[in-house]
């Protein structure tokens, strides 16, 4: 649906710039009845109503031709992408006519001097017959320029403005009035190449939308991982977490909705397969309906270092950016929750400190955060409850891996710095070339968190509780 209405779109564009051709001098000229009648006559040659639907557009370095719903380079039959169609339209739409120069005056002038390069052209081709354009230079006292219409084998020289948005900034009015700014961007849409319409979109040939399950199954092997699987049916992996660690929701989300909307920044065609170097990444996919395929992501594309995108759809390949080759490298463990919280907003917290001293607490995790003594030494006002909160945001935080318990009873000993526990949960925190690790005892597994040379979290009993009652 959202690609017929590009369609028609784009083409509603194309009609404005034709038919604005046609009738904008009408209509700015409303004081003369019988002038509005004879120039409507006049501009006959722009009408574009009996001409059909635009088949195809050559300008010097362009060349589309339409098949079915969309446009297509004529030399490798590559589709181009409906949005930057819709730019290239929207832009045209702009020109509108000021003024239809007298051909007797323009003949003794001498065409030259309104075109003084007549290869800036560009001819739209419609069932009926076809269109060109070219443009000519600019006017040195305003932003308007001239330009020559020919429609079967007649020529119009007409003065043309661009009212689209400006694209420059100005210190003064006159500078605004004069500037060239939209004339240099009008000559640089004539000079566009095919390559820049190219439709960049992996699944172009797909109707995969953010709001559905595009997916399946994937399996992924990458240089620096293991295979294997995420499954999208039932939104699990395989190997599975340990036990206690759930998925990362957020992660499936991103993830998938990243490889819906895939497009590389710009692609290669044709392809020299011996070209491609050093494998980085492989994708085994199984999308919604069953269709299979392959997705590998290589270092080098002959002498280009980069990350390049061969897929089993099509016989291109994509250049990625940098931050969308990242998601070829997930690991399985970024689908998995890898924390310990809580699961009430009020507990009771129990911390043993370095110096052994252990003490419990009542957390009320709330919009306001607070603490609360269960030992009638202490009172509200002698607990640092910015500290506690500090320590909790610790045990929130994502960790960067999950791992066995391997470490004997003496060796976690060694490497304590603390003991908490909550909702039942045995935990230890130690230290580990900076990594502070938290490691649950009941469920025999480690979780990593990188923290570099200072912990983010105070160990000692005095930060916590500013003083006893005697």
């Given at each position: 649906?959202?690609?017929?209405?590009?369609?028609?779109?784009?083409?509603?564009?194309?009609?404005?710039?034709?038919?604005?051709?046609?009738?904008?001098?009408?209509?700015?000229?409303?004081?003369?009845?019988?002038?509005?009648?004879?120039?409507?006559?006049?501009?006959?040659?722009?009408?574009?109503e009996k001409m059909g639907e635009i088949r195809g557009i050559k300008g010097i370095k362009l060349?589309?031709?339409?098949?079915?719903?969309?446009?297509?380079?004529?030399e490798n039959n590559l589709r181009l992408s409906q949005d930057r169609l819709g730019e290239f339209f929207q832009i045209l739409s702009g020109m509108k006519v000021k003024t239809f120069l007298n051909q007797a005056e323009v003949e003794?002038?001498?065409?030259?001097?309104?075109?003084?390069?007549?290869?800036?052209?560009?001819?739209?081709?419609?069932?009926?017959?076809?269109?060109?354009?070219?443009?000519?230079?600019?006017?040195?006292?305003?932003?308007?320029?001239?330009?020559?219409?020919?429609?079967?084998?007649?020529?119009?020289?007409?003065?043309?403005?661009d009212e689209s948005p400006d694209p420059g900034t100005y210190a003064s009015d006159e500078e605004y009035k004069k500037s060239?700014?939209?004339?240099?961007?009008?000559?640089?849409?004539?000079?566009?190449?095919?390559?820049?319409?190219?439709?960049?979109?992996?699944?172009?040939?797909?109707?995969?939308?953010?709001?559905?399950?595009n997916f399946k199954e994937i399996s992924i092997a990458t240089f620096r991982n293991r295979k294997y699987s995420v499954s999208f049916d039932t939104t699990t992996t395989n190997p599975a977490?340990?036990?206690?660690?759930?998925?990362?929701?957020?992660?499936?989300?991103?993830?998938?909705?990243f490889l819906s909307k895939l497009e590389g920044k710009s692609l290669y065609y044709p392809v020299e397969l011996n070209k491609l170097d050093?494998?980085?990444?492989?994708?085994?996919?199984?999308?919604?309906?069953?269709?299979?395929?392959?997705?590998d992501v290589y270092k080098k594309y002959g002498q280009e270092n980069g990350y390049f995108l061969k897929t089993s759809l099509e016989d291109v390949i994509y250049q990625l950016r940098p931050e969308d080759a990242q998601y070829f490298f997930?690991?399985?463990?970024?689908?998995?929750?890898?924390?310990?919280?809580?699961?009430?907003?009020?507990y009771?917290?129990?911390?043993?400190?370095?110096?052994?001293?252990?003490?419990?607490?009542?957390?009320?995790?709330?919009?306001?955060?607070?603490?609360?003594?269960?030992?009638?030494?202490y009172t509200e006002t002698n607990i640092r409850a910015l500290e506690f909160k500090r320590l909790l945001e610790f045990f929130k935080m994502e960790g960067s891996m999950v791992n066995e318990l391997k470490e004997s009873p003496s060796e976690l000993l060694k490497k304590n710095i603390m003991r908490v526990q909550f909702d039942n949960r045995n935990l230890s925190v130690i230290l580990e070339e900076n990594e502070a690790i938290i490691v649950d005892h009941d469920l025999k597994i480690m979780i990593h968190h990188y923290v570099g040379a200072k912990l983010p979290f105070s160990i000692k009993h005095s930060d916590y509780f500013i003083a006893a009652k005697k």
């Open positions: 649906m959202k690609e017929k209405l590009l369609k028609h779109k784009n083409l509603t564009l194309f009609a404005i710039l034709a038919l604005g051709l046609l009738i904008t001098y009408i209509f700015e000229e409303r004081s003369n009845r019988n002038s509005e009648i004879a120039e409507a006559k006049r501009t006959e040659l722009l009408n574009t060349s589309f031709i339409k098949n079915g719903e969309f446009f297509f380079d004529t003794k002038v001498g065409v030259n001097f309104y075109i003084p390069d007549p290869s800036m052209k560009m001819t739209f081709q419609f069932v009926k017959g076809e269109m060109t354009f070219i443009l000519g230079k600019k006017l040195d006292y305003d932003q308007s320029f001239y330009m020559q219409v020919i429609k079967d084998n007649t020529s119009q020289i007409v003065i043309v403005n060239d700014a939209k004339y240099k961007r009008l000559e640089i849409l004539f000079l566009l190449t095919n390559k820049y319409f190219y439709d960049n979109r992996v699944f172009k040939g797909f109707n995969y939308t953010a709001d559905k399950i977490p340990p036990k206690g660690i759930g998925y990362f929701e957020e992660n499936w989300v991103s993830f998938h909705s050093e494998i980085l990444s492989q994708f085994n996919v199984v999308d919604r309906n069953g269709q299979k395929y392959t997705m997930v690991n399985v463990q970024d689908f998995w929750q890898k924390r310990i919280v809580p699961k009430e907003k009020d009771n917290l129990t911390v043993t400190f370095f110096n052994n001293e252990t003490e419990m607490v009542k957390v009320q995790d709330r919009e306001l955060f607070k603490v609360l003594p269960t030992n009638s030494k």
